[in-house]
Nanobody, 116 residues
Framework: QVQLVESGGGLVQPGGSLRLSCAASGSFFSMYDMGWYRQAPGKERELVALITSSGNTNYADSVKGRFTISRTNAENTVYLQMSSLEPEDTAVYYC??????????WGQGTQVTVSS
């Protein structure tokens, strides 16, 4: 069992930056693929960024060049550095941990609002 706790969300002006953190409890953190997803009101949850257990990364086209995902296995933490934020980035951001088919866990989410 893995528990995920996100932090770092908030209100930011367009063009600003935020760094989200996701702290994981449990064992074998390094074996999990870690992802950040987001869900805006009235929309489906979508993948924002993914970092695999081997360190490979993948990004949604809408955030490429603006967001960076990273992980620190020694601290059981994954980060999402968000820059040049746009109003369209407003959403609840969720952390996900996945290892195989059976191990798939979600955090409770953190709100990011981009507005002037």
């Amino acid at each position: 069992q893995v528990q995920l706790v996100e932090s770092g969300g908030g209100l930011v002006q367009p063009g600003g930056s935020l760094r989200l953190s996701c702290a994981a409890s449990g064992s074998f953190f390094s074996m999990y693929d870690m992802g950040w997803y987001r869900q805006a009101p009235g929309k489906e949850r979508e993948l924002v960024a993914l970092i695999t257990s081997s360190g490979n990364t993948n990004y949604a086209d809408s955030v490429k060049g603006r967001f960076t995902i990273s992980r620190t296995n020694a601290e059981n933490t994954v980060y999402l550095q968000m820059s040049s934020l746009e109003p369209e980035d407003t959403a609840v951001y969720y952390c996900n941990a996945k290892w195989g088919v059976r191990r798939n866990y979600w955090g409770q989410g953190t709100q990011v609002t981009v507005s002037s």
